[in-house]
């Protein structure tokens, strides 16, 4: 079918255009100039255009047609018909926004995240205000082109997670908003409680060993250290994950894990999907859910954690395995979300995913923000935000315009327990493979069940199909009891 | 006026595509995972065929057309009529050559260069034959679209260096032929002298030592190592260069310097040239000149020289200056180019472009080639060859189709000895400044007289208005005399 053909060869064009803006952006933040900034700011916006024209093209509409007219839902393979079916859902979606709208959706958020940055800096929200109601009016104009309009946080939601609802959200969120706060208030440790200095050396030898044992090789990944960790892949065969050392502590460690698993994800994907529209993590909390796996359930389990604790040792760093252990399940209810925890984090989140529904939905204003942010920290983490800089104005994320984006991160949370258990249940207990650093069995189990589909199926369906149900934080709430002393 | 904005825009972008292809071969070589390949052939494809469908596309003879016929020669700027006159010829370029020749060509460059590596593993001429005689026939073809089918080396010639000819490439090169190999002759060591064995700690510290001098910041260049090395950049204030630390000698230093030469000719193009079709270096030689200038003129100069013995001697390999001198202008006839000397290091150019001037005039054939080029060597070198591998297969640039090429590396001695010339008779000698390791006067004089321009002139212009005259090898061989005991 020459239709599906030409289908092929643009949608393998479009998967390397976004292989060079991974590049493009992985450079940008681990190895480029400072002076580069700006040119580098063309290129990405050259890039950007490119991809944009080719997303839209009229052509891919009369392919469609063409396969959809001569293929019913017969003639297809299985793959072809996702990928027919993905294709006609992207590209639906991407003609559906004016092209104006785009460009001010970006000159927005630049402006925004300046706006924020020196907001930020300086502590005051009133100054940040005006840029982020504009963002609002346009995120809501957005949501009206995307969707009816008539659930417009929805549409945006949609934008990183197909097919989830603020509704379903507020279900799982709510449970946790529910019961979290009393599993904090019996496990929080004194705020008093001195933090370990692991000398960077130290982490760098535990860093290394961690990724060895979950199997990073220097023939097909890269370790480099970054402001801000981070994952990105160039193709199925060349991942690149970053860590950072600046804080004396463990965080370096368990974010390397949390950047494995996103490579992971990537990487375990069905080769056949490869240069396709398929070839991709599914969504935003499907991948966050592989991040959070590795960092929560390996990273932090005791027969894994007692290998980092040998590896600093080793290093010189002389800790005993129960005494990391601790460290890395201390519960301690703080103000800055990239920092929590993993019993508060998600309160974090469950706090920003009511704020920007209510933003969205009209039933918060702007100028009405800080306090509601305030308010909800005392109720949901029982702390109190001294200034704008370490409350409302900590987040980069709509500064750039990118509401809906926050969920993700909790109901990563979420899926990484509830597949963790399924995964125990079904290739049994995982202490003792672990206790040797021999975690094959987990990434062969999460390859099977989850990886290779790629995107051909979304985040619920995938969840049924791999542990026999949708959304549940049960299993996360199970995993935080464990914690509580 | 419309047209022009439009031809402005177009050029941009093919100039941000230019800069992410050059991002895509750096981090290939400098920075990917080895099992990345296949993937990055892709990646690196895909852009190829949008800039080459974006360099014919048929707007631009539109747009041409437009300006040329409302503006005449008085209507535009100076640097738009260059704009504008560049932008035809490069345009009058792409389009006469017909697209399948263009695959065909890539194709059998890589085809080539993957027979070549084995037959070279395998010192055997005779397999990398019949995929030489492929790419001699396709240049052919090419330069028959490319010129008048009369001079078909020089249509090839003029794929890297615009406006020279083999005639005029003769005319230097002839007289490098007539007084080169008795100055070898009279200079050449025993070939039994020992080489230096510089530890990598002291070569580093030299390498690091040398580039602070001339003025490398990491603000806005990244130094690092790579199998070959090389330059580039992505914009002008973002410039990348490799050096190696392979084989215990000065190599690491030198090709530092060489490849410094290579990155200020792009950084000094006046910023006005940025992201248009002459914000890059006019030709292939006018860019090899800038490497071999601060290779050849300040790199072995005795004053900067002596700091390099300095910085190797606190980096614990003590050397006196003079013994230094003397190691780096070491002239020892040998089997391969890339570990030339400087005066012998023209001498093997010299053959490669009699060779595959002969190849393409169809003079000779491919199975008198290696004879040839044995015969060569020793007429001009005084070498024996034993065998093809350390012989004729040396060098990728055939098996890659790459004819024309060879000559811009030994016009890049005669032009840099030309330069330096002209510039210590306008801003006087430099021994003083170089000995402080202040090259502040060579930089400046070489953005004013050469860089500036980009490819405003093209290389004998540009060369005539740097120094009032065109191509001379005298300087060189002047500077070459000096080598002789």
Redesign the interface.
Known sequence: MDALDALRGHL??LA??S??GH??AW?QRA??????A???A??MA??E??AHDRSTAPQIGEWLEQIEAAAGDDGLTDVDGDLVRLARRDWEQSIRVPSDLAVELARAGAEGQASWQSARAASDFAAFAPALRHNIELARELAAHLGDGDRPYDALLGLYDFGLTAARVQEVFGRLAEVLPSLVEQSAVDPQTPRLEVPVAAQEAAVAGALRRVGVT?????VDVSAHPFTTW??????RLTTRYEDGQLESILAALHEFGHGLYERQIAPELD?TNLGSGTSMSMHESQSKLWENHVGRHPAFAALIADDLTAAGFAIEPPALQRTLELVRPSLIRVSADQMTYPLHIVLRFELERALIEGTLDVADLPTAWNDGMRRLLGVEVPDDASGVLQDVHWSSGAFGYFPSYALGCVIAAQLWETLESDAGPQADALGTGDTTAVAAWLGEHVHRFGRRLDTEPLLEHATGRGLDPEPFIRHLERLVP
């Not at 190895?31 to 580069?36: L, T």
């Open positions: 393998a064009e390397d255009l292989s060079l590049l493009a450079d190895m480029m100039p400072p002076a580069g700006p040119g580098r063309h290129l050259t890039l255009q490119i220097p023939d097909s990944w890269r160039m193709g199925p065969r060349d991942t240069r």
